[in-house]
């Protein structure tokens, strides 16, 4: 089929990599523009557009479809579909139209449940046993179209973000062929939303991050585990900055937020339970293990964190 492939980050490029190997005709690629990073603040090409460079695609960086030039541009490319993988645009309805199969996007949730922006992180943060990708049919709403096919995918009870993130890539890239061939044979049935269960995954906020530690524990170790390794959920040690990338629920009870050991094992009580910190990071300073991290800054029983 004649595409168009519109992503942005490293969770797209799997599913781009896939159309291409079962021989699609990627006509264009649309991508967000390259924003300034690193400590040189050089502009940065997204990971999609260093693949589709790489394999010799063409790129196209709009900073929207307002211009009616951008929509007759796209409208030229004569397609058969579209596909959307955290494009981060908003398409209007004369681009959704465009292609004449419309366009479709494939979601890290099971929807209606985490419609928005962080389906991964919402989905641990909050508990959930199982989550998943879908392909949508898109229409002007947010994540509202039908869907065309699903694939769910448990969370283990030490998944973090980033290797939810990685598993439900790698689906996405095998739902993706498989969705447009049953396309392009007719094969596709439209099921349309369920009107309750509609939960919003929204962006994550700095001051959200922060820990609360005197939630239960199992809401702060999915709390940590969720926002791991971005944008990491912090805490403060003597006025210190810390993240805090990895943990797992551990025995004992004490005020929260009180240290209840920091030798072998490094262990903070939260209200109902506590949480064993096993990944941190100090500001500026790389990921380390709760060994390397108490040697460089000494913790007794009895401290309390912020």
């Not at 926002?227 to 006025?239: M, N, Q, R, V």
Request: charge should be neutral; proline fraction near 7%.
């Amino acid at each position: 089929m004649r595409l168009a492939f519109m992503g942005t980050p490293a969770f797209s490029v799997p599913v781009l990599s896939e159309l291409i190997a079962a021989g699609h005709d990627v006509a264009a690629v649309y991508t967000r523009a390259p924003k300034p990073s690193g400590r040189g603040r050089k502009l940065t090409p997204s990971p999609v557009h260093q693949f589709a460079e790489a394999h010799g695609l063409d790129v196209r960086t709009p900073k929207n479809f307002k211009a009616q030039e951008e929509v007759a541009a796209f409208d030229a490319l004569a397609l058969d579909a579209a596909v959307v993988v955290a494009y981060g645009l908003i398409l209007p309805q004369a681009v959704l139209d465009a292609p004449r199969h419309g366009c479709l996007n494939l979601h890290a949730s099971l929807l209606p449940r985490w419609r928005g922006a962080a389906p991964i992180n919402r989905a641990i943060m909050t508990g959930d046993k199982i989550t998943g990708v879908q392909v949508m049919q898109m229409e002007a709403g947010l994540d509202t179209g039908p869907i065309l096919l699903s694939e769910s995918v448990e969370i283990a009870p030490d998944d973090t973000a980033a290797s939810l993130h990685d598993r439900l890539s790698q689906v996405a890239a095998g739902l993706a062929p498989r969705a447009l061939a049953a396309l392009e044979r007719g094969g596709l049935a439209a099921t349309p939303q369920a009107e309750e269960g509609v939960v919003y995954a929204h962006k994550i906020s700095a001051e959200e991050a922060r820990i609360d530690w005197s939630r239960p524990a199992a809401e702060v170790d999915s709390h940590i585990r969720g926002l791991s390794p971005f944008p990491g959920a912090w805490c403060e040690i003597d006025g210190a900055r810390v993240k805090l990338l990895m943990s797992r629920l551990a025995e004992g009870s004490g005020a929260p937020g009180v240290v209840l050991g920091a030798d072998q094992r490094f262990v903070v009580a939260c209200a109902g339970g506590a949480v064993e910190l096993v990944t941190l990071q100090r500001a500026g300073k790389k990921p380390q293990s709760a060994a390397e991290f108490l040697r460089g800054f000494p913790l007794e029983a009895g401290r309390k964190f912020s």
